[in-house]
């Protein structure tokens, strides 16, 4: 069967932010994943390991406005979404817009800021849109939000609470990189830098692919397939919480966006199979309270196609 269009802009993409995340094709395939398929990624891993990195090349990639929350137990919701000032010249409030108002917000450290200003991005990573004082606001598309935590240390950090988490289409760790990587990477310094990375693609071609990703055909057998596997979450002996149906949404958006990445016009359960521990394990709590990829690993096994 004929792929949709020819996959050279994201082949294009995937090598310009591979010249400077070295080795991590299969997260950088995830993250592009969660963004055709319209959704928000979060990254988590330790530091040092290239999460902000991958965020900015992303954005340099594709010509993007970009903006980033360095996030802090003082940060306030007003400094996201920005705030209405009064202009004294005119007698009027004026809107001061935030930081959210981009295509590619990066929340680094998204943990290190209080549960009410981790609110003030719900509105927006669904709707796309900020309302403040009763006026609400369509911010520019297409919208990513891309935000990092450290999972270890938890000094001075407040989880993000399961609302939050159930809007990230995809969680995903870059991991360490092995020996050969990590010295092409040194040799890399000398060669350039990502003030040097050029746009590859246009924010019109993101789009464009976004809509073809929807196109995808699912087949029924498959569209059941995620609706047990996601229903089997709510059932199951080891989960308190299971997944929602955005989840459920979010995984159907993510296969078809998974597919159309393969060159493919129609989803395979393959590719289910492939996303689901990355789409639907931070949406689960545990009877224990921890999270885990254990328990959809195990659903794969144990829930047929």
């Not at 360095?70 to 009027?92: A, F, K």
Request: proline residues 7%; aromatic residues 6%; hydrophobic residues 45%.
């Amino acid at each position: 069967m004929a792929t949709l269009v020819s996959p050279s802009p994201i082949q294009r993409l995937t090598a310009n932010i591979a010249q400077q995340i070295v080795g991590k094709e299969q997260p950088i395939r995830l993250v592009l994943t969660a963004l055709l398929a319209g959704g928000h990624v979060l990254l988590e891993d330790v530091p040092g390991v290239g999460k902000t990195l991958l965020a900015k090349s992303l954005a340099k990639s594709i010509d993007a406005k970009f903006q980033r929350i360095q996030c802090t137990p003082d940060l306030l919701p007003s400094d996201i979404t920005g705030t209405n000032i009064w202009n004294p010249g005119n007698r009027e409030f004026e809107f001061m817009p935030g930081p959210v108002f981009t295509n590619i917000l990066l929340a680094d450290e998204i943990n290190r800021a209080t549960p009410r200003t981790q609110s003030a991005l719900l509105e927006v990573m669904e709707e796309r849109q900020v309302t403040l004082d009763g006026q609400s606001r369509a911010v520019s598309l297409p919208f990513f939000v891309i935000a990092t935590q450290n999972p270890i240390e938890s000094h001075g950090t407040f989880a993000l609470p399961e609302a939050q988490m159930d809007r990230f289409t995809i969680c995903v760790s870059l991991g360490y990189p092995d020996a050969a990587e990590e010295l092409q990477m040194l040799q890399g310094l000398a060669t350039g830098s990502i003030a040097n990375l050029a746009p590859c693609i246009t924010l019109a071609e993101v789009q464009a692919i976004q809509h073809q990703c929807q196109q995808v055909k699912v087949d029924p057998a498959i569209s059941q397939y995620i609706v047990d596997l996601v229903r089997a979450t709510r059932s199951d002996r080891e989960i308190s919480l299971g997944v929602s149906p955005r989840g459920c949404v979010a995984l159907y958006r993510a296969t078809q966006a998974w597919a159309w990445l393969q060159g493919r016009t129609y989803a395979l359960p393959d590719d289910v199979k492939e996303l689901a521990v990355y789409v639907l394990a931070h949406r689960i709590v545990t009877i224990g309270g921890r999270r885990g990829n254990g328990p959809i690993a195990r659903l794969l096994q144990e829930v047929p196609i």
